[in-house]
């Protein structure tokens, strides 16, 4: 063992109490992910990796529903002892807005760990949509008076205030169609059901390069080395989108702070590790290492551009 590990589990093991009472505990990582989503497969992996690093077994619980909400509400109601942590994304923040009354505040009833990752959004369409990219198919809809469809993974996530930020820019009408599972909206998109969606690349560039997706846009603020011939947003003239996608851990609040610190010490530590940076490059994944403030930040920033959204464009939940 190492002397930064058995630093980090000296120092969690110290903060978590005596032999006799750590055997009785068991350390969890909650996601809102089901069992094989994104979500959940990074949960795993980091479980696994982070388990190593501080000497102790993770395990992973699926807590799907409520736009990942039943999850983020289990981890706010737990002891802040350091045995259970929240793996989410960027649907996170936007909680609060959506859902006043909501029993936890995603701000304020959570300590920030740290980004896990970045990663880039795409809109793509199936392929007999008219139109080579989303300005043209944008134009011609809007020509032709025509209604577009859009599969969502259900109101106030990310990807369904983005596309309502679209509507209201293109004055196309889009219609929302929100799905509880991703990939059966993914689904409707290949075969025609559905005329366009927000993907992250890693799923979308294999149904794109085999011809079952048309890419339209990407969302980053430069086009990406990978997907060269795919054009930004901010090209096709819409601006406000959200670049990147992000993944993030959270403990609850009130969680001693040097716990957070041992928690922050290994996810930083596992997001260096050539194995896990191998395996995130393969799902277009851009480890993010870093403090949590930076996190708490994103999370703040978020919550306030996303409450002008729902409030502007009045957004209410089902």
Excluded at 60 to 72: L, Q, R
Excluded at 98 to 126: E, K, M, N, R
Excluded at 307 to 317: F, L
Aim: net charge positive.
């Amino acid at each position: 063992m190492t002397c930064n590990r058995r630093t980090a589990t000296a120092a969690l093991l110290a903060i978590l109490g005596s032999t006799g009472a750590r055997a009785q505990q068991v350390t969890k990582f909650i996601t809102g992910s089901a069992p094989g989503g994104g979500t959940d497969v990074l949960t795993r992996l980091l479980a696994d990796q982070m388990g190593r690093v501080l000497g102790r077994t993770i395990i992973v619980e699926n807590k799907p529903g409520a736009s990942y909400n039943i999850a983020a509400d289990h981890v706010a109601k737990a002891p802040p002892d350091g045995n259970t942590a929240l793996v989410t994304f960027n649907v996170h923040p936007i909680a609060g807005a959506l859902h006043p009354h909501l029993p936890f505040d995603p701000v304020t009833s959570f300590q920030a760990v740290g980004i896990i990752a970045t990663t880039p959004y795409a809109l793509v369409a199936t392929p007999s949509l008219p139109g080579s990219n989303l300005k043209e198919v944008l134009d011609l809809a809007r020509t032709q008076r025509r209604s577009l469809t859009f599969a969502s993974i259900g109101i106030g996530t990310p990807q369904h205030l983005m596309l309502e930020r679209l509507k209201q820019q293109s004055g196309v009408d889009i219609q929302m169609v929100h799905y509880k599972n991703p990939s059966l909206g993914q689904s409707d998109v290949t075969a025609g059901h559905v005329d366009f969606t927000l993907s992250t690349i890693a799923f979308c560039e294999p149904l794109v390069r085999a011809g079952r997706m048309k890419m339209l846009a990407v969302t980053s603020p430069q086009r990406l080395p990978e997907l060269p011939d795919a054009p930004t947003v901010k090209e096709m003239g819409y601006q406000g989108f959200v670049t990147d996608g992000w993944y993030a851990m959270l403990l609850p609040a009130r969680t001693p702070p040097e716990i957070v610190k041992t928690y922050n010490d290994a996810l930083n530590k596992v997001l260096a590790d050539p194995a896990v940076l191998q395996k995130f490059k393969a799902t277009n994944l851009v480890a993010t290492p870093g403090k949590p403030e930076v996190l708490d930040r994103q999370i703040r920033e978020d919550a306030a551009m996303w409450k002008k959204v729902i409030t502007e464009q009045g957004i209410k939940p089902e």
